[in-house]
């Protein structure tokens, strides 16, 4: 896997960053902080941006995330089913133990990658 040398983008809301860069042919939305409705804004618009970005795969890192709600999983879901239906493949890489939790909940566990998402 090789990280270009594109810079980072980062948005804040009060308890979450939000960042994005890309890792060979997938743009990364990387969520650090709490997830939850009021920020929910902001998430999508950097899943959006993320998609016009590139033509790969999202991936959605969540290692550095403490609390997601059903909102923000809802948005992930979403963007995972339109990025199916035009050939494309959205991701979950490092989720807690509570994202898991949320995302199994939601029938969401298939998005996940084993192994920190090596393989996209």
Do not use: K, W, Y
């Not at 920020?39 to 969540?62: F, S």
């Amino acid at each position: 896997m090789t990280l270009t040398t594109q810079r980072p983008s980062a948005r804040r809301a009060p308890q979450l960053v939000v960042s994005m860069s890309t890792e060979g042919p997938a743009s990364v939305v990387a969520l650090q902080g709490e997830a939850d409705n009021a920020t929910l804004p902001l998430v999508t618009r950097m899943l959006d941006r993320a998609i016009r970005a590139h033509d790969g795969p999202v991936v959605v890192e969540l290692a550095g995330t403490r609390f997601i709600d059903s909102g923000t999983v809802r948005i992930i879901s979403q963007v995972a089913q339109a990025l199916a239906e035009h050939g494309r493949r959205l991701t979950v890489r490092s989720p807690s133990e509570l994202a898991v939790r949320v995302l199994e909940l939601h029938g969401l566990s298939d998005l996940i990658v084993p192994g920190g998402g090596e393989d996209q």
